[in-house]
């Protein structure tokens, strides 16, 4: 069946192995490089770990974006450069601003590597505009119960960053974005109303239908720019609405770096090998730099 009218692309997520641990990454792709500000997007797990077992992101840096974690199952510990340490758990959000340059690691928490678990989670990274690339960074973490809610017939938003619905979540935002948790019972239906220069959804679980055509799980169904989009939840479903304004020009994505910059990318990775970068207190283990071929 040809695409709605509404829908402008479907992006069908590349499987990655992150140190043994699977996730599906939707952006940057060939279809699609980015959604607003939002450069990269994705899904880790949902994977079952046996007691004893958890996911080990080693200390890693990063410039020119801020992380956003936001967790559906299981818990994470971050650790960065500048001293934080924090747990995060499902529906809290963790976002932490790069800018001139950070490094974090992700780790599972004692407890939950002790028990093993379900973990199951979403990580997007949110391109700054070039006035703010060279920011300082920062962190924040706000609890689930810290997120504003919207309610539908049918369905419960709680948004996560940025504004939508005339509502603002307290997280920092360099740009007009925003990134909302939505959840359907089934034939509920959600009107994706225009409002962002750029949005897309990624279907978590459930099936989603829009004009007719059925979207399953593992989908990043884009947008077209100011078109209205109802979403009708033929079966119970989970998903993630995301975008924000149309970026101040390209971004340059290379392993854990992003800039409008290629020379600034090729810097960052020449400072990381040079141990230029503060490192993680507690957590000292280091990943070098890939080979950078080309940019």
């Given at each position: ?21 699977g996730v599906r990454r939707a952006l940057p792709s060939a279809m699609r490089r980015m959604i607003g500000p939002f450069v990269f997007f994705d899904e880790m797990g949902p994977v079952e770990f046996a007691p004893g077992i ?111 619905h005339g509502l603002r979540a307290p997280v920092r935002t360099f740009s007009t974005c925003f990134f909302a948790d939505i959840a359907l019972v089934e034939g509920a239906v959600y009107e994706f109303c225009a409002g962002h ?99």
């Open positions: 069946m040809a695409e709605p009218a509404s829908v402008e692309t479907v992006v069908i997520p590349q499987a990655k192995d992150i140190g043994g641990f958890g996911m080990d992101v080693r200390p890693h840096p990063h410039i020119g974006l801020a992380t956003l974690t936001y967790l559906l199952d299981g818990a994470l510990f971050h650790r960065d450069s500048l001293g934080s340490a924090q747990e995060v758990t499902p529906g809290a959000v963790n976002l932490m601003v790069a800018g001139r340059g950070i490094v974090h690691s992700e780790r599972s928490p004692t407890d939950f590597r002790a028990a093993g678990g379900l973990m199951h989670g979403l990580q997007l990274w949110i391109g700054l505009p070039k006035k703010f690339e060279e920011t300082e960074p920062a962190f924040e973490h706000h609890e689930r119960d810290a997120l504003p809610v919207f309610e539908g017939e049918g369905f419960r938003l709680r948004l996560a960053i940025g504004t939508l220069d750029e949005r897309g959804f990624y279907l978590v679980a459930g099936e989603i239908e829009v004009e007719g055509a059925r979207f399953a799980p593992g989908q990043l169904v884009v947008i077209r720019p100011g078109a209205r989009a109802t979403l009708r939840a033929t079966r119970a479903s989970r998903l993630v609405a995301l975008g924000g304004d149309t970026m101040d020009g390209p971004r340059f994505v290379w392993w854990n770096f992003v800039s409008s910059d290629r020379e600034r990318i090729r810097h960052a990775r020449a400072e990381w090998e040079a141990g230029h970068f503060k490192s993680v207190e507690g957590d000292p283990e280091f990943i070098p730099a890939p080979e950078l071929k080309a940019l």
